[in-house]
């Protein structure tokens, strides 16, 4: 997945959830809302119905508002399956004009046009998680650690233990697989290491003890313990690694030189923030296409 000109930089050891939804179980009750768990297990949680729930709910004058965090571009156009830059047979490829990229960032764009996403602007640029134990907004895109922590501390964002929840971001119903948006566990040999065989053994150990259960108990019982997790809680957290092992998706402009990445960086942002993706890649796409073509002759050269 990750190999560049036929050879391989990167030792990937893990693919691991990135960000998940978090919601209040109280607030989708009292709106007689499915519980959007309860739309996973039956292969109803979908972008579509995400944004439905999301119509229904925000009402600014009557302070419900719908999705927030710093992070939800990635987790939601990744959905689709298709990052802005990917490797295909060793090489780099711009995907600006694929089209399921297109729609997903056009998804983004309806989001934002629809007053689906909470206005930063409003609370000094900072995301409102109290709001969710609060019953004054339906979502929350962020990673796990946000309640790998004292339940003393989670309990006063998202609400009390028993009522707060999460499920994997939805599944972009067009797609043809649950892409899930991974983070990659993974370390470099550096050029020179004296013994790369003890590093080859290490890693097989590192791989290993992901799935061993003996480590897992432990950190389950850490989370209960701790963190004041719930079985069903545990059971969730299991279920998001499942399918983000099972087709994960990273996007990789990131290893670009710095001026493409922050070119790239900017517009996959811009939807969220109002900005028409038909206008914003015609605004970048030949920017993006040449630093993709200056990647890759380099890349002929190694």
Avoid at 87 to 107: C, H, I, T, W
Avoid at 188 to 209: D, F, Q, T, W, Y
Avoid at 251 to 263: C, H, K, M, Q
Wanted: glycine fraction near 8%; include cysteine.
């Amino acid at each position: 997945m990750f190999a560049v000109g036929g050879k391989h930089y990167l030792m990937a050891c893990q693919a691991t959830e990135g960000y998940v939804v978090y919601y209040n179980r109280k607030t989708i009750e009292a709106l007689g809302f499915d519980d959007p768990k309860e739309l996973y297990e039956k292969g109803e949680w979908t972008l579509e119905k995400f944004k439905e729930m999301l119509l229904d709910y925000v009402d600014p004058d009557s302070e419900q508002y719908g999705l927030d965090g710093w992070f939800n571009a990635t987790p939601l156009y990744l959905a689709s399956g298709v990052p802005s830059v990917s490797l295909s047979d060793g090489k780099l490829v711009n995907n600006m004009m694929d089209p399921a990229f297109e729609r997903a960032m056009q998804y983004q764009y309806d989001l934002n046009k629809n007053g689906l996403i909470l206005d930063k602007s409003l609370f000094n640029w900072q995301p409102q998680i109290q709001y969710i134990g609060e019953g004054k907004e339906l979502f929350y895109i962020g990673g796990l650690y946000e309640i790998e922590q004292s339940p003393d501390i989670w309990t006063k964002n998202f609400g009390s233990a028993e009522d707060v929840f999460f499920v994997p971001v939805p599944k972009d119903e067009k797609a043809d697989k649950y892409y899930y948006n991974a983070e990659i566990d993974c370390y470099n040999l550096c050029k020179g290491a004296g013994n790369p065989e003890g590093v080859a053994r290490l890693m097989e150990c590192v791989i290993a003890s992901y799935y061993d259960e003996n480590a897992q108990q432990i950190s389950n019982e850490k989370h209960k313990s701790d963190y004041g997790w719930s079985d069903e809680m545990l059971e969730m957290k299991a279920e998001v690694k499942r399918i983000t092992t099972e087709n994960p998706v990273r996007d990789i402009y990131g290893g670009l030189p710095t001026e493409t990445a922050n070119v790239i960086s900017d517009a996959i942002n811009q939807p969220l923030q109002g900005n028409d993706w038909y206008s914003v890649r015609d605004s970048v796409y030949d920017t993006v296409e040449v630093g993709v073509n200056d990647a890759n002759d380099q890349i002929a050269k190694l």
